[in-house]
């Protein structure tokens, strides 16, 4: 399956504690978006790259959260010192970058639980 | 972000047609209309979009009123697979970004 992959699947950490997903976009996709959603909600953005930019963040991204993208390739987001408010799904897209719009490819996501 | 509006849930019986509504009226003349759709337990998929003109694809088929106002999202014959969080999205071309501002969405349940 070429699609857009994600881990953990599902991460369950202690309050304070520091987390690190991984997202493996479809490789050809100069574009990569992270999401996070709540229980009932649709997803909020987080953040943009294009290829190994970033060049949008969302004031959702607190201080605590770090994206990166080395080599515009697989992308990594980091929660430090998480708290209970950060529990919800962590979602990845990606696409390629076309003359207008684009088509946003999602992955499964990775479900944060925090105790 | 220009706003969409569209009912928070609807119901369909299989292999019935579904008519998903979005209304957006103040949406400008360079947004593109996304439709995305979430089924339990995963990510977000695309359906499929618009600017102007109706479009069909393999798995729907999007009106777009004449003033683009409004749209709706058609599924020919609803089947138990299609019940899921509908998201009617309007995207700005031309921006530095592309991100997505997704609201709460229809939620479709199919009737066997």
């Known amino acids: 399956d070429t699609g857009v992959s994600q881990d953990p699947r599902h991460k369950i950490t202690k309050r304070g504690q520091n987390v690190t997903f991984r997202c493996d976009p479809i490789s050809e996709h100069n574009r990569l978006y992270w999401y996070r959603q709540t229980l009932g909600q649709g997803p909020e953005f987080l953040t943009y790259?294009?290829?190994?930019?970033?060049?949008?963040k969302s004031r959702l991204l607190s201080d605590r959260f770090s994206a990166e993208r080395p080599k515009g390739s697989f992308s990594t987001l980091e929660i430090q010192r998480t708290e209970q408010g950060d529990s919800a799904m962590y979602l990845c897209?990606?696409?390629?970058?076309?003359?207008?719009?684009?088509?946003?490819?999602f992955g499964p996501g990775t479900r944060l639980t925090v105790l | 972000d220009a706003k969409t509006t569209q009912p928070n849930s609807m119901e369909s019986n299989e292999e019935e047609p579904v008519h998903l509504p979005c209304n957006h009226s103040t949406i400008s003349g360079t947004d593109y209309i996304h439709w995305y759709r979430q089924l339990p337990s995963q990510g977000p998929e695309y359906v499929i979009h618009?600017?102007?003109s109706n479009v069909n694809n393999r798995m729907a088929s999007l009106a777009i009123a004449e003033d683009r106002k409004s749209s709706t999202l058609i599924l020919h014959r609803a089947t138990l697979r299609d019940a899921a969080v509908y998201y009617c999205?309007?995207?700005?071309?031309?921006?530095?970004?592309?991100?997505?501002?997704f609201g709460k969405g229809t939620l479709l349940t199919v009737n066997p």
């Open positions: 999205i309007l995207e700005g071309s031309g921006g530095s970004n592309y991100k997505l501002t």
């Open positions: 897209a990606s696409s390629l970058a076309g003359f207008s719009t684009d088509t946003q490819y």
């Open positions: 790259f294009q290829n190994e930019a970033q060049l949008e």
């Open positions: 618009g600017l102007t």
